[in-house]
């Protein structure tokens, strides 16, 4: 757009030709009353805040006890991902692959551009030019988003490195992700969101929750990106990254896929127990990684986002304190509850219920109401250097080198407390037939187990038998492969009760599995893979666990085994076209182990 153009009302910073087209276009399409200019300043924030409070579209929170945090209450039709409204649209359909809605780019597109005809106006059009990942990384990419919400401005700002570093990085290369947002009037049967890997572009309609309209996190770093990184021989994952660090300063690093919901940030920031003393955790990501081979053999990673979008209830100073404390403040809490006193809670924060708060609707609530007070899914997102534990190595372009990945799963049966691949391509075939139970991240039931491979089922931009190969085919690019493990925090005895304490106990676990890589610790072969031995797992302060404990968190029941192949055939013979081969003999070699 050019400064003459009359829907331009905001100060452009860029000469990038092909931004200035492309914004143009936009603006001509959705017709809003101005185009704002992202510039990403401190000054520029508080503008748009001031703006969103005068709106009704954030509530200030108690500024003395949270200074810089306000509340949003998102539409109640729009409170998840919708996966039933997630499309990836691909000249080809196989190339979007069994497990991915399809349709034509020419047919969404046309779709699309029809909504978004003339959607802004009497609004203002917001530009917000993007970096995913640390400035001057060869990972990084440029994003820009067009959106007509100041929600979605403010959290992309907490979320990505937000500002003229992106305009910086592009310089005068048309190479960017174009992303369109419109909020039309969040119906849900006006909701799309659309990828168009082929022409990296994204177009997003009918929501404002997060994970539908952020356009920097699922749609670009894991959708496109995991595209993109077929391309470019590299990782795009659902994944944390952690460095553990021994008492005597070794650093591990980790990188761990969950399904939505599972605790990623809480493992992310996890605080040792006493037992641990010197051992210390530190926070890279808590839900994407970009991993790439480096020049000495090994996989680097680094996490993409700048913010931590994580769901509230259950997050307290006994599950998450560094959690906590990276919400102290410039937070945007969305869909909690809100006290008397200007303050937030949940179900599941250390407070107990307040005798009244007005529930996520922002209807009156006391602990005798049916309802949650805070949706499931209520999210905070909070500025990733408000963690007193981020690691320095967060702000490295040249990412960590990773150890040891580990894919984990909320299972209430089967799945032991934790067990190591005994190579790579077991380590592929034991990520790809995860299975995990649903959770309120996404729209639909919750507690069902589906099938969720490497925990990037909604989020693999590309057909899963190709991301499979794929992952095959980036261990030929490394030499030194990080181990692989499954953990499972969230198994049951018959009384229903978790076998196992969870939280910064998972250090126990940790540990063992950074043994593993350094060559510290002993392990046993089962047909599973190789599980802790009797003197390399740490037992020592725990109350109430022990050696006995351990083995029934650890038991392998081969009945339940048998039902976990017959569930993973199902997305095997769904993807059998398109299955690498190595992972049909993994499942043949399982088998006959048991
Ligand atoms: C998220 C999700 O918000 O996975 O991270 O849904
Ligand atoms: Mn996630």
């Not at 200074?67 to 919708?82: I, Q, T």
């Not at 990106?225 to 460095?243: P, T």
Request: aromatic share 10%; glycine share 8%; hydrophobic share 40%.
């Amino acid at each position: 757009m050019t400064a003459s153009n009359p829907l331009s009302a905001g100060a452009c910073n860029t000469a990038n030709h092909a931004v200035l087209a492309w914004v143009d276009e936009m603006a001509h399409l959705c017709l809003p009353e101005r185009v704002y200019w992202c510039a990403g300043s401190e000054a520029e924030k508080a503008a748009l805040t001031q703006e969103a409070v005068a709106r009704g579209i954030l509530i200030p929170l108690n500024q003395e006890k949270r200074p810089g945090c306000y509340l949003h209450r998102s539409n109640p039709n729009d409170v998840a991902r919708v996966e039933q409204c997630t499309f990836i649209c691909t000249t080809n359909p196989e190339d979007a692959g069994p497990t991915n809605n399809w349709m034509a780019p020419r047919e969404m597109y046309a779709k699309l551009r029809e909504l978004c005809r003339g959607a802004m106006r009497g609004r203002t059009m917001y530009v917000v030019p993007y970096l995913m990942g640390p400035p001057g990384s060869p990972l990084t990419k440029v994003g820009i988003e067009i959106t007509d919400s100041i929600y979605v401005v403010l959290s992309m700002r907490i979320m990505a490195r937000m500002g003229q570093a992106a305009y910086d990085q592009l310089r005068d290369s048309p190479n960017f992700n174009r992303g369109l947002h419109c909020m039309l009037d969040v119906h849900p049967e006006r909701r799309y969101i659309a990828h168009f890997p082929e022409d990296n572009a994204i177009i997003s309609v009918g929501s404002n929750y997060g994970g539908n309209v952020l356009l920097g996190k699922k749609c670009l770093a894991l959708r496109i990106g995991s595209w993109l990184g077929r391309k470019e021989g590299w990782l795009a994952e659902h994944m944390l990254i952690m460095g553990v660090e021994s008492p005597v300063g070794e650093k591990t690093y980790v990188a761990a896929a969950f399904p939505s919901s599972c605790g990623k940030t809480n493992f992310a920031m996890l605080v040792p127990p006493p037992a641990f003393a010197g051992w210390k955790v530190w926070t890279v990501g808590d839900d994407i990684a970009w991993m790439k081979p480096g020049a000495d053999g090994r996989l680097y990673a680094i996490n993409p986002e700048a913010g931590y979008f994580g769901v509230a209830p259950g997050t307290s100073m006994k599950s998450n304190p560094n959690a906590m404390r990276s919400i102290q403040r410039d937070t945007i809490f969305t869909n909690v509850a809100l006290t008397p006193d200007g303050d937030v809670w949940w179900e599941g924060h250390d407070d107990a219920p307040p005798k009244e708060c007005l529930d996520w609707r922002g209807q009156k609530w006391t602990p005798d109401s049916k309802e949650k007070a805070a949706h499931p899914n209520s999210r905070f997102c909070a500025p990733a250097v408000n963690n007193p534990m981020l690691a320095p190595e967060y702000h490295d372009p040249q990412g960590v080198p990773i150890s040891a990945i580990i894919f984990g799963a909320r299972r209430s049966t089967t799945m032991p407390l934790v067990y190591q691949a005994f190579n790579w391509t077991h380590g592929v075939h034991v990520g790809a037939t995860m299975g995990s139970e649903t959770t309120a991240a996404a729209t639909g039931a919750v507690g069902q187990l589906r099938l969720d491979p490497m925990a990037m089922l909604p989020f693999c931009g590309y057909n899963m038998g190709e991301y499979f190969r794929h992952w095959l085919r980036i261990r030929k690019l490394i030499t030194h492969p990080p181990r692989i493990f499954h953990v499972n925090w969230f198994r049951k005895g018959d009384d229903g009760k978790f076998l196992w304490p969870g939280f910064g106990e998972n250090m126990r676990v940790l540990k063992w599995i950074v043994d593993r890589c350094r060559g510290h610790a002993d392990a046993e072969e089962t047909p599973l893979g190789w599980v802790p031995g009797p003197r390399s797992f740490d037992l020592s302060g725990m109350d109430n666990f022990n050696a006995d404990n351990l083995a029934k968190a650890q038991s392998f029941n081969v009945e339940e085994w048998r039902n976990e192949v017959i569930k993973s055939d199902e997305l095997f013979l769904k993807l059998y076209a398109d299955l690498p081969k190595e992972l049909i003999f993994q499942r043949e070699l399982l088998v006959a182990r048991f």
